[in-house]
């Protein structure tokens, strides 16, 4: 069965610094999704990105937060300016249409110190 | 807000025996979705069911979802230790963008052999 895929598994930063986390979503699917979870909590949504362009964004999606599609295949997540508090577990999902099962990728540990 | 709470927070069966897992949410809804997720890892898609539909099976899997009581709940058959894991109901909705997943706190199965 096709998969979404992420990249790194695990990022270690310093505070301050850009990371870029990495996606590979499902070839034929349409919609695609960050949400993250910090150790011990909830799965929360991020943003929503559909025909190059933000569908819907949550309150923690704030100014130091983007998303791209660069190409054909990949998704990024860019954090411009890492805080203590981005340190979670960024998860990457895909689905074919806007109502659909979301698939998700295993995520990439953000770990910022 | 549209949170999934689930209950019980965690759950300790043997082998062989049933569990079931129950979800409520605050606001209507469009689907709800059931998701497993292995300790520090991704999320695994298990079943979806819409707002219209009030019983859904996938194996050892059975889904109710009752929109009177805003309530859901996830049988697992036949337990096996390798159904050890979180699950989590996750919903969408009118309220909040169809994309967007609210997902609950997650109930913890521990499957003793």
């Known amino acids: 069965e096709p998969e979404v895929t992420q990249t790194p598994s695990h990022q270690v930063t310093q505070m301050g610094q850009e990371v870029i986390l990495r996606c590979v979503p499902i070839s034929n699917h349409l919609y695609f999704y960050w949400y993250r979870q910090i150790l011990g909590q909830k799965v929360e949504f991020l943003v929503s990105?559909?025909?190059?362009?933000?569908?819907?964004k949550s309150e923690i999606f704030d100014d130091q937060f983007s998303v791209e599609r660069p190409d054909g295949s990949n998704f990024t997540l860019k954090i411009r300016s890492t805080k203590l508090e981005d340190s979670a577990m960024y998860f990457c999902?895909?689905?074919?249409?806007?109502?659909?099962?979301?698939?998700f990728g295993p995520g990439t540990r953000l770990t910022v110190t | 807000s549209q949170q999934g709470e689930e209950d019980p927070q965690a759950l300790s069966i043997q082998e062989g025996e049933n569990a079931t897992m129950n979800c409520s949410y605050k606001t209507s809804i469009n689907n709800l979705q059931w998701y497993r997720q292995n300790s520090g890892r991704g999320l695994v898609h298990l079943i979806l069911?819409?707002?219209?539909?009030r019983e859904k099976h996938s194996g050892r899997l059975r889904v109710t979802l009752d929109t009177s009581k805003k309530s859901s709940s996830l049988l697992i058959t036949a337990s096996r230790a390798a159904d050890t894991a979180s699950y989590f109901c996750a919903t969408d909705g009118l309220n909040t963008g169809f994309q967007k997943l609210v997902f609950g706190t997650g109930t913890r199965l521990l499957v003793s052999p």
């Open positions: 990105f559909y025909n190059n362009e933000i569908s819907e």
């Open positions: 999902a895909s689905s074919e249409a806007r109502e659909a099962k979301q698939y």
């Open positions: 069911i819409r707002s219209n539909e």
